[in-house]
């Protein structure tokens, strides 16, 4: 891999940005790590239908965010908080442009404009000094967060990137892209570092292990790869009978660099082993295609997923067993794992944010306020959740009490 200043290192270390953890107030008070979890017989085989309440009369529905920003004249596609300043949020959208905003404010701190098409991915670097956006366009455009300013435009790509991701510890940019190719990136010097070719179809997902030795992607060719970074070489390759048999959405690999979990437009999940190169099963009980996982940070043998059917179901990597199912009212579009904590949060078409205990399924708070659905959100350490959403508007919400 490479480090800041451009150079491939052999044992570099990487961080799992999910170690960096803070604490959330739940109704004012922790939640205890230490309750007793649901007796597994009273979890096997039966599915939680709690679902987020909804107001019968959509137009009265309470609008529970504590700050917004309306800049945006499209859908709003993609949100990152800057995780070294916090206060500074990026979003992109369908008018073709991203913003830097104030989280306390809600006010614009710079316009970032250049894209020529929809800004569907955006992400701020490791420091916190730069920010990436990349475009249907085609384009991977490197921007300055202190001043705005348009820094390089990383080329590559033919075709849509759908997705960006950036070294843990440099500014080096992964990206996935609908012409079947990865690329990487030398940010500081706007050099294509490594190439990963051998999809047949769009790379609709991917990342870095989080040990930094490995690229894993996920494509509509109905396969996941594993990549060797410092030389774009394929170790491996699942596809095949016994693994996915359509289009693969999602992927997300836990926390000790040995399982990939990919969910697809079959219905089902898998979950491999990326250093044997060995399918171990697959989740089946979606009757809709998967379109999110996340592994869990505080129960390390807990994966989940979600579906276009609207439910969330959480598993036992150990026994590839369903442990809880939970629910909103349409499709799910994201999920993401509380840091520390035994939270799950999950975004959705039906306009709202859910936050559950992943350890049975109980609603712990549901975010309304959107008037569309919500396509992306982020969370960050001190319990605030920002979305971006179809109704052209990004929200904050905030699991803590007003302070008075």
Known sequence: MEDPNGNLEEDAEYYDPNDEAGEYAIEGGQLDQDDEMMDEQDLEGEENDQEPQEEEEEEDLVDESVQGFFEHTDSVYCISINKAFPDIIATGGGDDVAYLWDLNSGEK?????????????????YDGKLVATGGMDGIVKVWDVQTGNLLINLEGPTESVEWIQWHSKGNVLLAGSADCLGFMWSTLKGDVVGTFAGHSGAVTCGMFTP??????????????????????????????????????????????STLVLSGGDDHYAVLS???????????????????????????????????????????????????????????????KSHPEQPLLFSSSVDKSIGVWDERNGQLIKQFTGHQDAILDFDITLDGKVVTASDDKVSLVFSLNPPQN
């Open 109 to 125: 701190v710079h316009q970032l404009k250049g894209h020529s098409d929809s800004i569907s991915s955006i992400e701020f670097n």
């Open 211 to 256: 040990d930094g030795k490995k690229i894993i992607t996920g494509s509509e060719d109905c396969s996941v790869k594993v990549w060797n970074p410092k030389d774009s070489s394929n170790i491996m390759s699942f596809s095949g009978h016994g693994f996915h048999e359509n289009i693969i959405t999602c992927l997300d690999v836990k926390k000790d």
């Open 273 to 335: 082993n990326i250093n044997t190169g060995k399918v171990i099963g697959k989740l089946h009980g979606h009757t809709d295609s998967i379109v999110a996982v996340s592994m869990s940070n505080h129960n390390h043998s807990f994966c989940h997923t979600g579906s276009l059917d609207g439910s969330i179901r959480v598993w036992d990597m150990n026994t590839l067993q369903q442990r809880s199912t939970f629910k909103h009212k349409s499709s799910i579009t994201k999920l």
